[in-house]
């Protein structure tokens, strides 16, 4: 959650250490429940992929967390087999 900047109440920002955006977490009700929706960052808004839904803060920036990070590793087989 260290990652996660509130940039105003029930909207987070997940950003690295060099201040680049990486995913949204929103506060939202949906049929009486609370919960938090999760999407990747773009500029354009209609650009940003769904993570998911999570019913707290914890679990959503750790989603957010864990999508940023694979996109960080090379994909492919281990040792590049």
Same mark, same amino acid.
């Given at each position: ?6 940039? $105003?109440?029930? +909207?987070? !920002?997940?950003?690295?250490?060099? @201040? $680049? /955006?990486?995913a949204?977490?929103? #506060?939202? +009700?949906? /049929? &009486? +429940?609370?919960?938090? /929706?999760?999407?990747?960052?773009? @500029? @354009? =808004?209609? $650009?940003? $992929? *769904?993570?998911?839904?999570?019913? =707290? #803060?914890r679990?959503? =920036?750790?989603?957010? !967390? +864990?999508?940023? #990070?694979?996109? *960080?590793?090379?994909?492919?087989p281990?040792? &590049? /087999?």
């Amino acid at each position: 959650m260290i990652a996660a900047v509130e940039m $105003q109440p029930g +909207e987070w !920002h997940m950003v690295t250490p060099t @201040d $680049q /955006r990486y995913a949204v977490i929103v #506060l939202l +009700e949906i /049929r &009486g +429940e609370r919960g938090y /929706r999760v999407v990747t960052w773009a @500029d @354009d =808004s209609a $650009q940003r $992929q *769904l993570v998911g839904y999570y019913r =707290s #803060l914890r679990a959503a =920036s750790f989603a957010a !967390h +864990e999508r940023y #990070l694979r996109t *960080l590793g090379n994909p492919g087989p281990a040792n &590049g /087999r």
